[in-house]
C-alpha cells in the first residue's frame, strides 16, 4: 500500500476552514484515498473517500489534483468538536481490507 | 445499528496472565478486523474474519495472540502470557464489503499490562 505523509499537527480557531493536505507520491492506478476521523478515547470513523477531482458530504470536502499524487481534507466551519486525529489512507479499491493508518494529524481548534 | 460493541473497555493485568476480549460487530456485517494502537500511533492491522474464517494476520500477531469468530458472530481476542509490551487499545472493527475502505470501529478495549 502506498505511504502516505501528512502534518503532524495544525491548529485553527472556531469558524475557519481547514486544509489538511496529505501526500502519497506511489499512488497506484488502482488506489482510492480515505479519510479518518479519530476522537480521544474512541475508534476512528470515516469521513470520506475518492477517486479522483472532489468529493463533497456534509462533513467535508476533499480534493485531489489530476496526478493524484496527493489529496486535500477541507473541513468547512471547524468548531471545538473537530479537535481530533485525522488519518490519510492510501489503497486499491478491491482490497482495503487491512487499513493501513499512519501517525496521522493532530488538529487543535480554539475557541 | 448499534455500532460495534467491545468489552471490556478497560483491563489491567498483571504480566505473565491471560486476557481476552471481546468483539460484536454490526449485525450484518460478515468482516471483522482487529487492530492494535499504541500512544501518538495510529491503529495496526492484527488480523480479519470474513464470516468464521480468519483470512489474514500480522506478523504483529504472535503466538501468544489468538483470535476466533465463531458462526461468523462475535469475535474473541485472546493474549497469553501478557507482557508489558502488549499494553495498547485494542480496537474491532467491522464491516460488509470488500474494498470499499469504510469500516466501522467499536470503543476500543484500553490494556493495561502491569
Known amino acids: 500500500l502506498a505511504k502516505t505523509t501528512q502534518p503532524i499537527s495544525m491548529d485553527s480557531y472556531e469558524g475557519q476552514e481547514v486544509n489538511i493536505t496529505c501526500s502519497h507520491n506511489?499512488?497506484?492506478?488502482?488506489?482510492?484515498i480515505t479519510w479518518y476521523q479519530q476522537f480521544p478515547s474512541q475508534g476512528p470513523r470515516f469521513i470520506i473517500q475518492?477517486?479522483?477531482t472532489k468529493v463533497t458530504n456534509e462533513v467535508a470536502s476533499l480534493f485531489i489534483p489530476a496526478d493524484r499524487k496527493s489529496s486535500t481534507l477541507s473541513l468547512p466551519r471547524v468548531s471545538l468538536s473537530d479537535t481530533a486525529v485525522y488519518y490519510c489512507l492510501v489503497g486499491a479499491h478491491y482490497n482495503t481490507d487491512k487499513l493501513i493508518f499512519g501517525t496521522g494529524t493532530r488538529l487543535q481548534v480554539f475557541p | 445499528d448499534t455500532g460495534v460493541s467491545q468489552n471490556p473497555r478497560h483491563k489491567i493485568t498483571k504480566r505473565g496472565q491471560n486476557v481476552t476480549f471481546r468483539c460484536d460487530p454490526i449485525s450484518e456485517h460478515n468482516r471483522l478486523y482487529w487492530y492494535r494502537q499504541t500512544l501518538g500511533q495510529g491503529p495496526e492491522f492484527l488480523t480479519y474474519?470474513?464470516?468464521?474464517?480468519?483470512?489474514?494476520k500480522s506478523r504483529l500477531l504472535s503466538d501468544r495472540f489468538s483470535a476466533e469468530r465463531p458462526k461468523g458472530s462475535f469475535s474473541t481476542l485472546e493474549i497469553q502470557r501478557t507482557e508489558q509490551g502488549d499494553s495498547a487499545m485494542y480496537l474491532c472493527?467491522?464491516?460488509?464489503?470488500?474494498?470499499?475502505?469504510?469500516?466501522?470501529f467499536g470503543p476500543g478495549t484500553r490494556l493495561t499490562v502491569t
Open positions: 506511489n499512488i497506484a492506478t488502482n488506489d482510492y
Open positions: 475518492g477517486y479522483k
Open positions: 474474519f470474513q464470516n468464521e474464517a480468519q483470512l489474514e
Open positions: 472493527a467491522s464491516s460488509t464489503r470488500q474494498g470499499a475502505g469504510e469500516q466501522y
